[in-house]
């Protein structure tokens, strides 16, 4: 049994959608933020979206306009709406969920990674 559980990843053509889903076990109570991280061949991990408790949401530049991240935090869930996909898109895909302790560092949990794959 996996803490984080994503889901939704697959091939798909230049333009098309998917949409990623990540649960959290309750074990990780309360996240104080969920995202999805991504790393394509050749390329260092970058931050994709990010969502706190509270709903502020943070992009990326190159998915702006195109993805939006959402979160059921009775559910512990992050979902990512992935629209105008592009073979640039094409990467593993992490969510992350972190935990803030008082007195201690944050605490990241993450994801296997789901292979999203662009491509005609």
């Known amino acids: 049994q996996a803490q984080l559980v994503e889901s939704g990843g697959g091939l798909v053509q230049p333009g098309g959608s998917l949409r990623l889903s990540c649960a959290a076990s309750?074990?990780?109570?309360?996240?104080?933020?969920m995202g999805w991280y991504r790393q394509a061949p050749g390329k260092q991990r970058e931050l994709v979206a990010r969502?706190?408790?509270?709903?502020?949401?943070n992009y990326a530049d190159s998915v702006k306009g195109r993805f939006t991240i959402s979160r059921d935090n009775a559910k512990n869930t992050v979902y990512l709406q992935m629209n105008s996909l592009a073979p640039e898109d094409t990467a593993v895909y992490f969510c992350?969920?972190?935990?803030?302790?008082?007195?201690?560092?944050?605490?990241?949990?993450w994801g296997q990674g789901t292979q999203v794959t662009v491509s005609s």
């Open positions: 992350n969920a972190r935990r803030v302790i008082a007195g201690w560092s944050p605490y990241d949990y």
């Open positions: 309750a074990s990780i109570f309360s996240p104080d933020a």
């Open positions: 969502i706190t408790r509270g709903g502020t949401t």
